[in-house]
């Protein structure tokens, strides 16, 4: 927002120079982003007072003038078709140098000696005008500087305003900043409406059908307007705030938006097709060209202005170019209203359109200052166009209820801002800002807020404009709690913590990838035309096509990140990523969203050193990294072989815990590794985290030391070469119940000792009892429990 030090004067009489007046909004949560001093015109030039005006007697289009600078009197040949007497205009002597670089030299005009040069802005400089001479105001004095006359000694302050303060989008806004700031006065002088053009009633028809997208429009009917060029001082501030100069009715509208921060619109009265206007929502098919001279269709909903033909202006974004102010306007129909910020801002993003108005509408602007703007432009219009306003304003509206009061407590404030500041002062504070406060017993006070600061809803709300109006220096310091967090409330996230910890320690690099897909990585990924996998949300407006979709898997992610590291030469990597997977709900709702832990990796798993050979990270890499995060006492992991899309057939298992399902384990399918860039084999786990984390966050479990001695006895068999050891060691377990303590497979043999078709498998069984020391008898009797049991399951017995 740029804001002219002279036009904020106009409303705070500040003393503070620019500089220290930028710092101290800066600190106050207004940062001033640059100050700039502005170019004060070409040196030399002043008022000239133009006593009285001859026709040259040797040419019809020049006339000689007597000019006063102040001193003297000299006479100056002008030819400009608005030089009259009593007017004050920019006078430049001889030896003068103009800003075009022309050094201005006393001279012969048909016979005449010019003294001087009656300027125009373009030849100061100052603007694009030269139909004629600049002219000053009879009220300025001959002989001041042109600076002086034109209030050219002035500077810009560039303020970035966060989105939550809209009240501070207008030259008034910051005024009332600065005025509770400095505490000192605010003048805002209200506008003088002189209704001169009869009444306005009967003029139009307006009607608002939908209150929630307007619940307040305003207008008023202005007949008689010329077409001059504003003044000078309308245009230059206009221009230095980033708006172009149009015309003088726009310029108008555009000089109240920027003093008051609210948006008008003047459309051509008789353009308005029926004499009726609606404040509606568009419907399907219709279209405008908006003032910018381009034709946009209208998305259904988004809110509009319309006649009784069709829309006239997107509302809240733009007006329509057929019902736009044009040379040939003689009557305005002047708007001033209240849109719903969020149907503003869907009209804004829908069309790809952003503008001053919207920029303040999307934001919030203050449904009490629509008729105070609306005078102040009716005024402004009547008194640089010529216009004669109507009587009487037009107005629809339903108001919503004021805001309940919010309550300010004494402990609150202490406990924020540190003790010491009395409610008496913390009153004062948001009194100065425009607030009503009371108190209302229990050390608290009641706050009701104005209607312009829309970001006021709470008690911290209010706490910070304290802390802004007192000085944020002043907040006193304190030193941070060590104080432990409360167990029950972070049980998760420590549980994260041990987790993410766990893995690094095993090796892992933690990864934090985008929770986006795309289609083309269904296809990378081999998954069927059922997989259910396939069944992703589609997202609105994706980054691109390859992120156009919320991922129901951690896969997609993992092999991004693997074969990424790849092409950067890290061949061995091992990474894990707790993220979120979105699985789509029944009937049409949102997205369902879980917590998945990953596990993936490529090369070796440990690096080669000289006594031992690296290990290639394979599927019992992975099992073993899940079963030390189980180590806590959670259940045993079950595993039991799948076939999924993606992976290597017959080297990929479902998880259990519990006997739920948990996840999937395997190796990635050489194809599929190999789209992704990878050289070698992939190994990649899924699996729920809430299980896992939940187990993690709840106190470890631990068991007494064993009273008796363990027994370990071996157990060699050959089984078919599909026998999953799974499936046998749970068979051993079952053969000796509460006997039988730890089942270890230690060998896999096959060769031409074993037939074809058969392994032969070696497990370690360590047995230990809980009321006594085992016997030989007891020992033996549970190992041929044990081998008759693994015969049932079409074991042979080594």
């Excluded at 908006?290 to 006649?307: N, S, Y």
């Excluded at 303040?360 to 005078?375: K, Q, S, V, Y």
């Excluded at 990838?513 to 396939?534: H, I, N, V, Y």
């Amino acid at each position: 927002m740029k804001i002219l030090y002279q036009w904020l004067r106009e409303f705070v009489d500040v003393a503070l120079p620019p500089a220290e007046l930028a710092e101290r909004l800066t600190l106050c949560g207004l940062e001033v982003e640059s100050l700039t001093r502005l170019d004060q015109g070409p040196a030399g030039i002043v008022a000239g007072k133009i006593l009285s005006v001859e026709p040259h007697p040797n040419a019809d289009r020049l006339s000689l003038c007597r000019v006063s600078d102040g001193t003297r009197e000299i006479t100056v040949v002008c030819g400009a078709p608005n030089v009259r007497a009593g007017e004050s205009a920019p006078l430049a002597l001889p030896g003068m140098r103009l800003p075009d670089g022309t050094v201005l030299k006393k001279t012969k005009l048909r016979g005449i000696a010019s003294e001087g040069m009656l300027c125009s802005e373009r030849e100061l400089g100052l603007g694009e005008d030269a139909a004629g001479i600049m002219l000053l105001g009879a009220g300025v004095p001959a002989g001041a500087t042109l600076s002086a006359a034109l209030g050219l000694d002035d500077w810009l302050l560039d303020i970035s305003v966060s989105p939550n303060r809209p009240d501070c989008l207008s030259v008034i806004g910051i005024a009332r900043e600065v005025s509770a700031l400095l505490d000192i006065p605010l003048v805002v002088p209200a506008p003088r409406v002189d209704e001169r053009g009869g009444p306005a009633a009967g003029r139009v028809s307006i009607a608002v059908e939908r209150p929630d997208l307007c619940p307040r429009y305003t207008a008023r009917f202005v007949s008689g307007v010329g077409h001059p060029t504003a003044p000078f001082r309308i245009r230059r501030r206009l221009g230095l705030s980033g708006v172009r100069a149009v015309s003088a009715v726009v310029d108008a509208t555009n000089y109240v938006m920027l003093e008051r921060g609210q948006p008008l619109h003047a459309f051509d009265a008789a353009k308005v097709r029926g004499g009726a206007v609606a404040v509606r929502a568009a419907v399907g098919g219709e279209r405008i060209v908006t003032i910018d001279g381009k034709e946009r269709a209208l998305p259904p909903g988004i809110p509009v202005i319309a006649d009784e033909e069709g829309p006239i202006a997107v509302a809240g974004v733009m007006g329509g170019l057929e019902s736009g102010v044009g040379p040939g306007t003689t009557e305005i129909l002047l708007e001033s209203a209240c849109f719903n910020p969020a149907a503003v801002r869907r009209a804004s993003k829908a069309l790809g359109l952003s503008t001053d108005s919207s920029y303040r509408f999307e934001r919030g602007t203050d449904i009490e200052g629509t008729i105070p703007a609306l005078d102040s432009a009716a005024q402004l219009i009547a008194e640089i166009a010529g216009g004669r306003v109507c009587a009487g304003v037009i107005e629809r509206a339903s108001i919503p209820p004021a805001r309940r009061a919010i309550a300010l407590r004494a402990a609150r404030l202490d406990a924020v801002l540190g003790p010491g500041i009395p409610l008496a002062e913390a009153a004062a504070c948001l009194e100065r800002l425009g607030n009503r406060c009371r108190q209302s017993g229990g050390g608290a006070l009641a706050v009701e807020p104005p209607s312009f600061r829309v970001d006021l809803r709470g008690e911290i709300d209010l706490v910070e404009e304290i802390a802004r109006m007192r000085g944020y220096e002043r907040i006193s310091a304190s030193d941070p709690s060590a104080a432990a967090p409360d167990a029950a409330g972070s049980g998760r996230g420590r549980a994260r913590s041990i987790a993410r910890d766990a893995l690094c320690a095993m090796g892992f690099s933690e990864a934090v990838t985008l929770s986006f897909m795309g289609a083309a990585d269904m296809e990378r990924l081999m998954w069927g035309p059922d997989d259910p996998r396939r069944a992703a949300v589609a997202i609105r407006n994706p980054v691109n096509e390859e992120l156009s979709l919320l991922r129901t898997t951690l896969l997609p992610s993992m092999m991004r990140c693997l074969g990424l590291n790849a092409s950067r030469g890290a061949h061995d990597a091992r990474f894990f990523e707790l993220g979120a997977v979105f699985l789509p709900a029944a009937r049409g709702g949102p997205p369902v969203e879980r917590e998945r832990l990953a596990l993936a990796a490529t090369g070796l798993s440990s690096p080669s050193n000289w006594c031992a050979a690296g290990r290639e990270a394979d599927y019992f890499f992975l099992k073993g990294a899940l079963e030390s995060l189980l180590e806590r006492g959670g259940p045993a992991l079950g595993v039991e072989r799948a076939a999924r899309g993606g992976f290597h057939p017959g080297r990929c298992a479902s998880l259990f815990l519990g006997g739920e399902e948990w996840g999937c384990l395997g190796e990635i399918h050489p194809r599929v590794a190999e789209a992704y860039g990878l050289r070698g084999r992939a190994v990649f786990a899924e699996v729920d985290a809430g299980p896992l984390l939940e187990l993690l966050s709840s106190p470890a479990r631990h068991r007494a030391l064993p009273r008796f001695p363990a027994v370990r006895r071996d157990v060699a068999v050959v089984a078919d070469a599909g026998a999953e050891a799974a499936r046998l060691i749970a068979c051993i377990r079952a053969a000796g119940p509460g006997l039988v303590e730890t089942v270890t497979l230690f060998d896999l043999f096959t060769g031409a000792q074993i037939a074809a078709g058969k392994k032969g498998l070696a497990f370690s069984v360590r047995l230990r009892p809980k009321d006594g020391t085992l016997t030989d008898a007891q020992i033996a009797g549970a190992m041929e429990r044990i081998r008759e049991a693994l015969r049932g399951e079409g074991c042979e017995i080594r």
